[in-house]
């Protein structure tokens, strides 16, 4: 056991590739036609799954308790650019969504999360009306998604509005898993790698990796992640396990690519004032100036807690629980930060937020810019997802959030305009001018 005093300071591969869409005949404004989907299907028995595959709760305050109405407030979302326009950034852009919609199955395995939800607002079929309305009003370059497990469903839809498609499946006895589609008339798929955490003892999570490349300003390479972190909040060394073992195969993509540079979305699960953000915008974290359990900062998120209302909220095994010191294993130092003799946690890459970057009112964000709040339900209001960027780009606009007081009289999410649980978070990005344009010399010597 590893005591520290300042521990107290604080299955299967499944890759779906939908055919290439054919412009309808109606004209630009209206949807894509597409060809029946072709589907990759991979079973990978090597123990490195990375390969590549071709194409609980006591009753709430009063306000919470309130029953979504026709009265609820409209969700409204507005475009906010960033306050400085860079002169060294080019005029090669993309934009990114990050949406974590809420698994079917979840939504109701897990009912006592959303008892303040209408049924007909928690159902799959109007869901997914909603979260494809969303998309199709951002109408984003790369959509990254978590929680999928309708994944042919949404690809049909998406594949009429010209996206192509690529799927990863939790392993374990879950259905869902994350999924990424990409406009096929803009960009070009280099090379795509799909992450089974559970073949590095880290849980049955996973993630993807896909290298882009512009279709219309050549040579502009980039790397997209898409990552859901372990939800556990007491498992802390887990999740560390996990974004460190991303960042760590991303970087290697990007050197593989030119140094392309990279974009990491997904739901971190972990807030803005935890470790696991300082780690991820820093760089570096010693682990033994923290409890492992209280890593994340997802403990101190329920909404009475949040918005001030006193209530009880502890059990008696949470309070003694509380009393106990809680050091760290060896194996969870290994897990942590890949060795267990050394107490520092790294990662090779400088790494900033969008949302943190380009700024937003006070009612949308906190003191250091993040959003207030990109995911509500009984037992949960704060900020779990991000899209964290490498040096190479620069966000030029980000889509806010809502504030906090309209979330509080929606009552929950999902709601009449909101699909799932989460907001999504979409980011404009643009080239600085001194990244590397023409890596095909590279790219071309692999």
Known sequence: ??????????????????????????????????????????????????????????????????????????????????????????????????????????????????????????????????????????????????EVDKYFELSEILAKMGYLGSYKRRTGDTVDGCAIFWKADNFQLLEEHSIEFKGYGLRDNVAQLSVFEMQKAESRRFVIGNIHVLYNPSRGEVKLGQIRFLISRAQILSEKWGNAPIVLCGDFNCTPQS?????????ELNIMSYDRRELSGQRDCHPAQVLGVKQEISSPLTLIDGLLKHCWTDEEVRVATGDAESNLVVHPLKLNSSYATVRGSTRTRGSNGEPLATSYHSKFLGTVDYLWYSDGLVPTGVIDTVPVDILQRIGSLPCKKVGSDHLALVSEFAFTLDTNGDNKTAASSI
């Open 1 to 146: 056991m590893r005591c520290d005093a300042s521990s107290w300071l604080c299955g299967r591969h499944v890759s779906v590739t939908t055919a290439a869409p054919t412009r309808s005949a109606t004209g630009p404004s209206s949807f894509f036609l597409c060809s029946k989907p072709t589907i990759f299907c991979c079973t990978d028995a090597s123990k490195d799954s990375s390969s590549t595959c071709s194409n609980t709760a006591r009753p709430l305050y009063k306000p919470l308790e309130r029953r979504q109405s026709s009265h609820a407030p409209d969700v409204v979302r507005h475009w906010i650019q960033t306050d400085n326009q860079q002169p060294l950034s080019s005029q090669d852009r993309f934009t990114v969504a990050s949406y974590n919609i809420l698994g079917d199955r979840n939504a109701f395995a897990h009912r006592d999360m959303y008892r303040n939800v209408p049924s007909r607002y928690l159902k799959w079929d109007h869901r997914k009306r909603v979260i494809c309305d969303e998309l199709v009003q951002w109408n984003p370059d790369i959509i990254c998604l978590q």
């Open 275 to 283: 470790a696991i953000y300082k780690f991820l915008s820093t760089s």
